[in-house]
């Protein structure tokens, strides 16, 4: 998802019984088993689940890279994930649904395939 979306994500979006969650466009993202345990244990303190702001996440963000060393952007997380995602042979429309992306070309500026040695 989106830095956005995450932010954005209210309660009412998540479906427990469908273990999918739902963003505003329309598209479902698969919730796994240790998401849906932290989100069930969650004290609910606001119509967001993440009631921070993207000051805040970046802020939060820049102590934890500084206190473990290591040097990533928030949004290259995302593009991680997509190039996982190719990996594991998953087609390019169910990746691009669970990216949120409109057009393949858009798709693939995201992926960095790694070819398994």
């Known amino acids: 998802m989106r830095r956005g979306e995450k932010l954005s994500l209210q309660w ?8 999918n969650t739902k963003t505003g466009f329309g598209r479902s993202i698969k919730m796994n088993d240790d998401v849906r345990v932290v989100f069930e244990n969650l004290d609910i303190v606001d119509d967001k689940i993440f009631p ?11 102590r934890l890279c500084n206190k473990l060393y290591i040097k990533i952007r928030f949004h290259d997380l995302r593009h991680e994930a997509i190039s996982r995602l190719i990996e594991q042979n998953l087609s390019i429309p169910h990746i691009a649904s669970i990216s949120g992306h ?3 070309s858009q798709l693939f500026r995201y992926a960095h395939y790694k070819d398994p040695i």
């Open 12 to 19: 009412s979006d998540i479906d427990f019984k469908r273990d």
């Open 52 to 62: 921070i702001s993207i000051n805040s996440l970046r802020l939060c963000y820049q």
């Open 102 to 104: 409109r057009t393949i």
